[in-house]
């Protein structure tokens, strides 16, 4: 199998074309290929098949196997990929995901800009238990002895914010694994501890829903300035600043549209055998 790996600010992906490898069972594949010790080594497998003009359907699968609805690093480094591959000509593309259509704009610095369209903020639609037509603001979680304050965002999947005086105190691994579980979550949940540094700057850390701790979230970068920006914390523009580096947030007024822009990066190629 012909494999491109990349990564957004070190969250790294094993993408294959589909047209190139039509037989591939991804799923199946995908924990192995993932392994950082028996394969090539990534947080996610992604597959990218030509749907016909500057459409292409987008496939992700965590390093567990599981497949995932939507990862904000990914598609940049799709958008990227699509432009130096050539797939198509241009430089605005059209994803088709679990999570709805999203539209990245490779720029003329060739870092990306990505249409992350709506946030989802009911409990029905994130999902997270209770009413369905309420929000999901100011939930209580327990951890241990611990209690947490959380505030829950779909960016296509999941995630819940909790707003953290200190964020290089967090346990991450320790509390992020539990709080991914918790019964709130009937499908899991992506998990952000947030220190807000100013209006405009943030610090976050993630616990990614079937990945474990990686260095940057797109999604994740998103739902926290949504979060940040309804309880008042920030404004509707953001630095966000992750383990991996910096994305640029905005929850623009005018469209309601999340918009995220920041760098995607190939490592190298090559061909796994997995037979």
């Known amino acids: 199998m012909k494999f491109y790996k990349w990564h957004g600010l ?12 039509p037989n591939c069972e991804l799923a199946a594949i995908a924990h192995r290929v993932c392994d950082r010790h028996f394969g090539i080594g990534a947080d996610g497998l992604v597959s990218v098949r030509h749907l016909g003009g500057n459409a292409f359907e987008m496939r992700i699968y965590n390093s567990d196997g599981s497949e995932t609805e939507m990862c904000g690093n990914a598609t940049r480094c799709v958008g990227l990929f699509i432009k ?6 241009g430089r605005e593309y059209e994803l088709h ?9 490779v720029l003329e610095n060739d870092s990306v800009r990505v249409d992350m369209g ?46 953290v005086p200190e964020v ?12 991914e579980c918790d019964k709130l979550f009937p499908r899991k ?3 952000e501890f947030v220190q807000v540094l100013s209006h405009n700057l943030i610090r976050i850390r993630v616990w990614e829903r079937g990945c474990g701790v990686t260095l940057a979230c797109g999604t994740g970068s998103c739902a926290s300035a949504v979060a940040g920006f309804l309880t008042g914390r920030t ?12 994305l640029q947030i905005e929850y623009s ?18 061909e796994i055998n997995i037979n």
């Open 253 to 270: 007024e005018n469209d309601n549209h999340v918009y995220m822009t920041g760098p995607a990066v190939e490592v190298f190629q090559g």
């Open 84 to 89: 130096n591959r050539k797939l198509v000509s």
């Open 118 to 163: 709506e946030p989802h903020l009911l409990r029905g639609e994130i999902p997270v238990t209770g009413r369905a037509s309420d929000n999901a603001l100011n939930l209580e979680l327990t951890v241990g002895s611990r209690k947490f304050i959380g505030n829950a965002v779909s960016m296509g999947n999941p995630h819940v914010v909790i707003f």
């Open 10 to 21: 070190g969250n790294d992906f094993v993408i294959i074309n589909y047209n190139e490898n």
């Open 235 to 246: 404004g509707r523009n953001v630095s966000v600043l992750l383990d991996g580096g910096e």
């Open 168 to 179: 290089a105190k967090i346990k991450l691994a320790e509390w992020g694994s539990q709080i």
């Open 189 to 191: 949940t992506n998990v």
């Open 97 to 105: 995901t679990r999570a709805g259509i999203i539209r990245p704009t």
